[in-house]
């Protein structure tokens, strides 16, 4: 037997045999579920929450004792005494008045008129977002010693 199917043997005997539930008792209810994620993985802890049937937990409180007893051995709240009339709110203050619309402005029309004759609207194009493009040749980029002619 090789040493390569040894250590195949050995991680399909590993893989076969689950490891023993350790004991649980002073976890908490995270480290719990975190140990049944590990081991099961979350699919097969969803499809076994599916598959139990939901069980009530009747614990010994005072509200699981009122709604089992019958109606008779409820005791009875008194009513509170009268509270005084609420105070009535400030009404509010009237809305302040609208401004009034500016003038026409006499020069729009001579405006729109020079606009509609000098600017050209166009759509915008590729060349338009040259920003976006790396600038090949910066003034920075200047050696002035790069160039082996240069004799000092």
């Not at 991680?11 to 099961?40: I, N, Q, S």
Request: charged content about 40%; aromatic content about 10%; glycine content about 2%.
């Amino acid at each position: 037997m090789s040493a390569a199917f040894g250590r195949r043997l050995k991680r399909a005997h590993k893989k076969a045999v689950p490891e023993p539930v350790p004991d649980m008792t002073g976890w908490t209810e995270m480290e719990r579920l975190t140990w049944e994620f590990k081991r099961y993985g979350l699919e097969e802890m969803i499809r076994r929450a599916y598959e139990e049937p939901y069980e009530e937990e009747d614990d010994d409180e005072p509200a699981a004792q009122v709604l089992s007893s019958p109606p008779e051995e409820i005791a009875v709240v008194p009513t509170p005494p009268e509270l005084p009339p609420p105070i009535p709110e400030p009404e509010p203050e009237a809305a302040p008045a609208p401004e009034p619309a500016p003038p026409p402005d006499p020069d729009a029309e001579r405006r729109q008129a020079w606009l509609d004759e000098h600017v050209w609207w166009r759509q915008r194009e590729a060349r338009d977002y040259a920003w976006d493009e790396p600038r090949t040749r910066r003034l920075d980029d200047y050696d002035p010693f790069e160039d082996d002619s240069f004799d000092c």
